[in-house]
């Protein structure tokens, strides 16, 4: 039911998410631009004074000139000032300087202070990116008409030193992505859940962003994928959700599904997702009701059902014809025989698309192997990743998982070792062994749960208390 | 209590492996399967008896028949280098997996960046054959050691597209061409995942449909989606080379057929038998194979070099210069982890030994830590050992866990002769792993 109470929500999103793929094109983006201090960051342009804090020794000093240069790859500026009387050129290293003030500027300009930690107010907002000329179908308008990100800096900064805008949002210093490495089995580690910690963060910088999940996944539980769709449509509601493909089999190739847009790596592959359960397939309700509410939301997604259809099961069959002049692809559920027909799949297969049959069928919306090539495609000039949080996130979780999901099985084994201090022994180390995967539930959940099931953490807390018991007995007996 | 799966990639233990009891060098091994066509054109008949079509004289291609290829193209008239070129050549030899192992390539990387090479050469000479019963049985007649089912070694295909795309990445700012000498079993996917491709004059590409054979399941539903994950994960490594799908579907899948037209300097693949040039694969019982020739003629190859030098003159360089630093690289690191696995099959025969007295567990125990620092130092010789026998680093944990448990139930048997029972232990030793042909 859930699932389908979301479906409203992702037919009335399917249309306008992708429209904030060009949110906040910076009008004066040439002169303007953030750059990162040591502590926080400042915002202005060539000719603005400043005055700078920078790190001398031990101590520091207050430097006041004009900003010549800025070089943000090389990490320098470069700045007119006056020493011993004398005007003077000289390279400053951003990463030595504490603080950073706009004291007065070029006309354009203006630029809005910063500095170590966060400075709270100072000079006058700078006339900074604003949103793409009025009358375009501007994407950003939309933003900004819903309560988006402005792009106008307000002069604030927040608790990490980003500058923020006027509606509060981060501004960052170009248009970019927010990536999410989705690897592993969904359910372990390819989750919902950092797919909606990601959409948070995302949501910092102000509706309109683009979220990449980088799908490398061989499937996974049924279970998972629900809450997938839920936490995907959502997300959906304020930002652009793309899916780049390594591998996106079974329950990763409905996850693709859900995005906006999908982008294949030159070897991805992406389907076969048949229900099964150990090594037979899973029929009936479970799976009519899987093909039905999954069906339904691709089929909204503006994705064909017969695609999905043809992954699940071997019987459906899946072609594709090219309109001869516009050459448009269009989907077929049965052979047509028209010129040029192509078979994705018969009557005995289960589809699994590759980046070339994905992009000529129009399935995937282009083939890119690195971020370099992506971003073309996604609209970018160049592959910029606004923050690394997802990266940090999804790397931590999938450290974790592995580690907890290799220690359970060595610990399992462990209890079968015979100890030489009897019984006794035999029983204490056990316990030790059984805490051990508990600490482990408690700190990856998804791992244990995942090997035993609920019933399974629930046997090991009953077995804890009964071995606690019988050396309780054992120790008793013996003094 | 299965939780509901939409997984597609299964373990291992689905697969039903054979474990051989004898290992050995991976370079050749004796086969069954039937030799690809030789390449007289047009190739093998249709084997149901439908008419093949007439033969017709092959097309005359001419070097450069690149015109649609993805990738740099390594032909001298294409990187028109004014000096003779710097070429580096990249091994893989042996078994996938496990000489042809990230680890290896990350020291090859890096050198081949300080080197800064005109042209970059993959040589390619990995024979696993094919996992048909018919393969293993002739395996295990000729008594070969260290031999890994060529599934097993298909299991790793995840890994190996991995590598592909990493090598890709690094490299595909040089001209490369790969050069493959001979190519049997899963190897094929790198044979054919760079687009200029050139062949020894004896090589094979064939028996990629081993990756089929990694499927499973008890109806048709689940083994169509097994087949389909499977072969489409094999088919994105294809891809890379740039290969179409129908070629791409006749070399992994056992049912489809392959034949091809010739159109100018431009090879169209079929997925039937129809093709007016040539018919590869007219049978639903075995994958497209390519001996050298057909590989050449079809374009498949971009020609047959018979050895390095002829590589060099048929991309259009009379003279050039070999960057041998890849290939030291290369022999050394699989040298020193064969070497020291040729070391610790012996340590393991001892370990087996019968032990009569409780100072030989110490022993026991040394040699499992021995063991144990040589799965850490090399993940090729714990691959081996895992691929071979079983063995894995967590087992090798729990040995010597057990033996250290024994020695402690030693020591307090001879110290408390009147105090408590010292429990269990002493007895047999701990079970070992698989014994070398025991």
């Given at each position: ?479 | ?153 298909a299991s790793g295909i995840t890994d190996y597209r991995d590598l592909a795309d990493k090598l890709h990445g690094e490299l595909d700012d040089y001209p490369t061409v790969m050069y493959v000498q001979d190519s049997r079993g899963i190897s094929c996917v790198y044979a054919l995942a760079w687009p200029y491709m050139f062949m020894a004059p004896t090589a094979r590409i064939s028996g990629l449909d081993v990756v089929a054979e990694l499927g499973g399941g008890n109806d048709a539903d689940i083994k169509a989606k097994m087949f389909s994950a499977w072969t489409g994960i094999a088919k994105g490594i294809l891809g890379l080379g740039g290969r179409p799908q129908e070629l791409c579907d006749a070399l992994v899948r056992p049912d489809r057929k392959l034949s091809a ?96 007295t409780p100072q030989e567990l110490g022993k026991r125990k040394q040699i499992l830590e021995k063991m144990q620092q040589a799965f850490k130092q090399s993940p090729q010789f714990a691959k081996m050992w895992e691929w071979t026998r079983g063995l894995t680093e967590d087992q090798l944990k729990l040995l010597i866990e057990e033996i250290q448990e024994q020695i402690r139930s030693f020591q307090k048997q001879k110290q408390g002769s009147g105090g408590r029972s010292g429990g269990g232990g002493g007895g047999r030793g701990p079970a070992g792993p698989m014994g070398p042909g025991r």
């Open positions: 039911m859930r699932l389908l109470a979301s479906l409203a929500v992702v037919a009335s999103l399917a249309g306008s998410a992708p429209a904030f793929a060009k949110a906040w094109a910076p009008q004066n983006a040439a002169s303007q631009q953030q750059v990162k201090l040591q502590k926080g960051t400042w915002w202005g342009a060539v000719g603005d004074r400043v005055e700078i804090t920078v790190k001398d020794m031990l101590a520091s000093k207050v430097i006041a000139a004009t900003v010549q240069k800025i070089d943000t790859e090389k990490g320098v500026l470069t700045v007119e000032m006056e020493a011993d009387g004398k005007k003077t050129v000289r390279p400053i290293l951003l990463n030595s300087i504490l603080a950073m003030k706009t004291v007065g500027g070029a006309p354009a300009s203006g630029g809005a202070p910063a500095s170590g930690g966060a400075p709270a107010s100072g000079g006058a907002p700078a006339a900074a990116p604003t949103a793409a000329p009025t009358g375009s179908a501007s994407p950003a308008k939309s933003a900004t008409a819903a309560g988006g990100a402005t792009g106008k800096p307000s002069g604030k900064v927040d608790a990490q030193g980003f500058q923020l805008d006027e509606q509060g949002y981060r501004i960052a210093p170009k248009k970019g992505v927010f990536r999410l490495p989705w690897k592993g089995g969904v359910g372990q580690t390819a989750r919902a859940a950092e797919i909606e910690k990601l959409a948070l963060e995302a949501d910092k910088w102000g509706p309109g962003q683009i979220i990449v999940l980088e799908i490398d996944s061989p499937g996974g539980l049924v279970t998972e994928i629900f809450k997938i769709v839920d936490t995907i449509a959502k997300t959906r509601e304020r930002h652009r959700v793309v899916a780049w493909v390594r591998e996106a089999i079974s329950a990763a190739a409905v996850t693709s599904m859900q995005c906006d847009e999908i982008y294949f790596r030159r070897e991805g592959a992406l389907g076969a997702a048949m229900m099964i359960r150990g090594r037979d397939s899973v029929y009936g309700e479970p799976l009519d009701r899987f093909r039905d509410e999954l069906g339904a939301i691709i089929e909204k997604n503006g994705r064909p059902r017969a695609v999905f259809e043809a992954m699940v099961l071997s019987k459906p069959v899946l072609t594709y014809t090219k309109d001869p002049v516009t050459g448009k692809p269009t989907f077929h559920d049965h052979r047509t025989g028209l010129p040029g027909e192509v078979v994705l799949s018969d009557e005995k297969d289960n589809l699994t698309f590759n980046a070339d049959n994905a992009l000529d069928s129009g399935f995937s919306k282009g083939t890119a192997n690195s971020g370099e090539e992506l971003a073309p495609l996604l609209g970018l000039k160049e592959w910029y990743e606004v923050s690394d949080y997802g990266v940090k996130v999804a790397t931590a979780f999938q450290k974790l998982f592995e580690e907890c999901e290799k220690d359970f099985q060595l610990q399992q084994q462990r209890l079968n070792i015979p100890r030489a201090g009897g019984a006794a022994e035999q029983i204490a180390s056990q316990i030790q062994i059984l805490e051990k995967l508990l600490q482990w539930n408690k700190r990856c959940p998804p791992c244990i749960e995942g090997q035993i099931g609920e019933r399974g953490v629930e046997q090991i807390e009953k077995q804890l208390k009964e071995l606690r018991k019988q050396l309780s007995d054992i120790r008793k007996a013996g003094s | 209590m299965n939780p509901l799966l939409l997984v597609a990639a299964v373990t291992l233990a689905a697969v039903p492996f054979v474990q051989d009891p004898a290992p050995a060098a991976p370079e050749q091994a004796p086969s069954t399967e039937p030799a690809p066509a030789d390449g007289s054109a047009p190739a093998a008949a249709p084997a149901d008896g439908n008419a093949a079509p007439a033969a017709k004289a092959p097309p005359p291609f001419t070097l450069g028949r690149t015109a649609a290829k993805p990738g740099k193209s390594p032909y001298a008239t294409d990187t028109l280098l004014d000096h003779p070129p710097r070429v580096y050549v990249i091994p893989m030899e042996g078994y996938m997996g496990v000489d042809i192992h990230p680890v290896v390539y990350e020291r090859v990387l890096r050198d081949l960046k300080e080197q800064k090479p005109d042209l970059v050469v993959f040589r390619l000479s990995s024979s696993d054959g094919r996992g048909s019963e018919k393969y293993m049985e002739a395996v295990n007649e000729a008594q070969k050691e260290d031999k890994i089912d060529p599934r097993r070694l037209d010739i159109d100018g300097r431009n090879t169209k693949w079929r997925a039937d038998t129809a093709g007016s040039w040539y018919v590869i694969d007219t049978t639903d019982e075995a994958a497209a194979r390519f001996s050298s020739k057909l590989a050449e003629d079809t374009g498949l190859a971009d020609g047959v070099a018979e050895d390095m030098s002829d590589l060099m003159s048929l991309l259009g360089y009379p003279e050039y210069t070999t960057v041998d630093s890849g290939e030291k690289i290369f022999r050394d690191s699989n040298a020193a982890w064969r070497r020291r696995y040729r070391e610790s099959k012996k340590w393991m025969e001892e370990f087996q030994e019968p032990w009569e």
